[in-house]
């Protein structure tokens, strides 16, 4: 039973655009989601998160939307650059964000950016 | 470093060796979390330490994977017995407060 969904495995974006990656989940428990990059042979590293009391949060380039509703989230990169090459994980957790709860992973992205 | 070790960063192992993983984490993290990520899946939850305390070992495949911390710093995950659906990439997290640093995890092959 896979709770946090990625549709899509694999994503290609232009340099300069924008990349939008999307995640489904199915556990109306979870209320804090994190957004994952990995690269190869490296642990995952946190990118950016959202509390469900929240419909969007912007860090620099990055910004992430939650529509409670429709249990879906998306992760905006605007522009996108090459370096944003990596496979994006989309993580859930139930509670509030004090470090201590365990995530449920989607399967990832992996984005590429063409020069 | 100041990130997150795992030792060894690959291991082969035949069916049925017994294999330990380690993690070193952040001095001072309180939390500890061990992960296994299958080939093109998401890491999956196998369990938890507060300290040395193991506060949550529902993830934990069968009674042949075993973790420990005696010290509540460097954590082991034991697997007895291997298997070939043991093989994965097994990443161990730690944090402190809201922030958790994943390690670069130890990849485990098992023939």
């Known amino acids: 039973d896979q709770q946090v969904k990625q549709n899509s495995p694999s994503l290609s974006v232009q340099e300069g655009r924008i990349s939008i990656l999307n995640c489904d989940y199915t556990?109306?428990?979870?209320?804090?989601f994190l957004w994952y990059k990995k690269y190869p042979a490296e642990g995952p590293t946190f990118l950016i998160s959202?509390?469900?009391?929240?419909d969007k949060n912007e860090d620099g380039r990055f910004t992430v939307f939650l529509n409670k509703s429709a249990k879906h989230l998306s992760l905006h990169i605007v522009p996108s650059q090459p370096g944003d090459s990596a496979v994006y994980f989309c993580?859930?957790?139930?509670?509030?964000?004090?470090?201590?709860?365990?995530?449920?992973f989607g399967t990832g992205t992996r984005l590429t950016i063409i020069p | 470093g100041a990130g997150v070790s795992q030792s060894p960063r690959y291991k082969v192992a035949k069916r049925g060796q017994d294999v330990a993983l380690r993690c070193d984490p952040i001095?001072?993290?309180?939390?500890l979390f061990w992960y296994q990520q299958a080939l093109g899946q998401g890491p999956e939850f196998l369990t938890y330490f507060q300290n040395e305390a193991q506060l949550d070992k529902s993830g934990l495949p069968s009674d042949r994977f075993f973790a420990e911390r005696p010290e509540g710093s460097v954590s082991t995950l034991k697997i007895q017995r291997t298997q070939q659906e043991d093989s994965a990439v097994y990443l161990c997290a730690s944090s402190l407060a809201a922030s958790r640093f994943f390690g670069p995890g130890t990849r485990l092959t098992v023939l």
């Open positions: 959202i509390s469900s009391i929240k």
């Open positions: 001095s001072g993290h309180v939390s």
């Open positions: 556990n109306s428990m979870f209320d804090y």
């Open positions: 993580a859930a957790s139930v509670g509030s964000n004090f470090g201590n709860e365990k995530l449920t």
